[in-house]
């Protein structure tokens, strides 16, 4: 079949690249902007991800993130590491949330553990000594989203995907199938209820050496590190509905306070990048990933879960597009 795969972010190059390997005819048309990749963590996280009420999201994410270490392999140096997360709080109310919390993620039958104050001390020395208790999940893992689409780029290109330029309306594209993964970009070209939920995220260098994910409650406020095995530490993210692309000075203070309330030796760190993103959310936190007609397939709407997820959705895509 002739695919055109419009979006070029690791969802639209997973699509296209499995798509080629099952012997398609697949264009991927890119606009050449960095999408919300660009700024993302890169959590494989259904733990220190998982929100009350969203059961079949976390079900998704341990699909996808248990799908994970085949795909990577199979990519190359894609920057995955199992990590496991430590959930923590500041405060005595923050520490009842992660409590609470865990009993939520145990109820949903997920691998997770609650540790003493000396536990937690042993996983993470370098937490701040009023961290009294939190808990400790090993499902979770990472991968660096930047060096993701690098290895889905070669990927693409070795397995014959065409690039093509960006699309401005589906009547553009020539192909017996089109599969629209264009992240925010997919509401305007299918109608879809999909909105961009602005994020702004740090990273760091050459700061304190962290073995885990760290996802924190601070004040109430939701705070993550993830520090990369080449020494970055990636923290974030604010969360809002505004629409500029500028970072501002107020959601970079409110990370680093937050993170540095968690981890006192973040200070030392070099301050290396902040960036914007726009997650692409929909009304139930739900991915879209569906045949909307004959010839029209979508991948969009991953909201907070664009890389955890994309394993998951370039099989499911490779399904949707095989059964038109
Ligand atoms: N996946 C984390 C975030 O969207 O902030």
């Given amino acids: ?24 005819a697949v264009t991927l048309h890119d606009d050449g902007a960095p999408g919300a990749w660009h700024a993302a963590a890169g959590m494989l996280a259904p733990v220190a991800e998982a929100a009350f009420g ?3 999201l976390t079900d998704l994410l341990v699909a996808s993130v248990r799908a994970w270490p085949a795909f990577a392999a ?13 959930l923590v709080g500041v405060t005595p109310a923050d520490q ?13 039958g997920l691998p997770v553990e609650a540790l003493s104050a000396d536990q937690l001390r042993q996983r993470e020395p370098l937490l701040q ?43 553009d594209v020539d192909a017996d199938v089109v599969v629209v993964a264009a992240g925010s970009g997919t509401a305007a070209l299918t109608g879809l209820p999909i909105h961009p939920v602005r994020g702004e995220i740090v990273r760091l260098r050459g700061g304190p050496k962290l073995a885990h994910l760290i ?18 530490i990636v923290v974030g993210a604010t969360s809002s509905e505004e629409s500029d692309p500028r970072p501002t000075a107020g959601g970079v203070h409110e990370l680093l306070s937050d993170a540095i309330a968690l981890v006192p030796g973040v200070r030392e760190a070099e301050f ?53």
């Fill in 1 to 24: 079949m002739r695919v055109a795969v419009v979006g070029a972010g690791p969802i639209g190059l997973a699509c296209a690249w499995r798509l080629a390997q099952r012997d398609h």
């Fill in 74 to 86: 199979q990519l190359g140096d894609v920057g995955f590491a199992r990590s496991g997360s430590l």
């Fill in 215 to 232: 996802r924190g409650y601070v004040h109430g406020r939701h705070v993550y590190l993830v520090p990369r095995p080449n020494g970055e």
């Fill in 54 to 56: 969203e059961h079949r």
């Fill in 96 to 108: 009842a949330e992660i409590a609470r919390y865990r009993s939520y993620q145990e109820s949903l």
């Fill in 129 to 171: 000594p009023g961290v009294h208790a939190g808990a400790y999940t090993e499902i979770d893992a990472q991968v660096d989203p930047r060096r993701l689409v690098e290895r889905l780029r070669e990927a693409c290109a070795k397995a014959g995907v065409a690039v093509a330029g960006a699309v401005h309306g589906l009547s």
């Fill in 272 to 324: 290396a990048e902040v960036s914007v993103g726009f997650r692409p959310a929909t009304p139930d936190n739900l991915p879209i990933v569906d045949r909307v007609r004959r010839g029209l397939v979508v991948a969009a709407g991953h909201y907070r879960n664009g890389i955890a997820l994309t394993p998951w959705t370039a099989d499911r895509v490779v399904n949707l597009v095989e059964a038109q």
